[in-house]
């Protein structure tokens, strides 16, 4: 995707008019927001992968670059004790997962690989 292009994505959470629904641990957005959102198909549609794990927040790391840290809320975990990466990840390491995921897609995590093979 390039600077400026637009994607439409789906959360599990929302309010239309006076109507409010929350899934525990989704991932929560404000207008303006810099976000590193990772993002999957589902039936069709475009979501935020795990609720809040798929989403890392983007700060300015004090020299003028970027660094992410995930942006979990409401104490989301993975089932099973497994430890996920917090962060801060730097821009150029970030840059190099995603490259290599793009290159070898599969699953990152033991538990997962388990439970579906290597990936899609």
Same mark, same amino acid.
């Given at each position: 995707?390039?600077?400026?292009?637009? @994607?439409?994505?789906?959360?599990?959470?929302?309010? !239309? =008019?006076?109507? *409010?629904?929350?899934? *525990?641990?989704?991932?929560?957005?404000?207008?303006?927001?810099?976000?590193?959102?990772? *993002?999957?198909? @589902?039936?069709?549609?475009?979501?935020?992968?795990?609720?809040?794990?798929?989403?890392?927040? !983007?700060?300015?790391? +004090?020299? +003028?670059?970027? *660094?992410?840290?995930?942006? @979990?809320? $409401? =104490?989301?975990?993975?089932?099973? +004790?497994?430890?996920?990466?917090?962060?801060? !990840?730097?821009?150029?390491?970030?840059?190099?997962? @995603?490259?290599?995921?793009?290159?070898?897609?599969?699953? $990152?995590?033991?538990?997962?690989?388990?439970?579906?093979?290597?990936?899609?």
């Amino acid at each position: 995707m390039r600077s400026g292009q637009r @994607v439409v994505f789906h959360t599990r959470s929302g309010q !239309v =008019g006076p109507e *409010i629904s929350e899934a *525990i641990g989704e991932a929560v957005f404000q207008t303006g927001q810099m976000a590193l959102v990772f *993002i999957e198909r @589902v039936d069709g549609r475009l979501y935020n992968l795990g609720l809040s794990m798929g989403v890392w927040d !983007v700060h300015e790391d +004090g020299r +003028g670059g970027r *660094i992410f840290t995930r942006a @979990v809320r $409401d =104490g989301l975990m993975v089932v099973g +004790g497994e430890v996920v990466e917090h962060g801060p !990840v730097a821009f150029v390491d970030m840059a190099s997962r @995603v490259a290599s995921t793009m290159r070898n897609p599969r699953f $990152d995590n033991e538990m997962l690989r388990a439970a579906h093979g290597q990936g899609r």
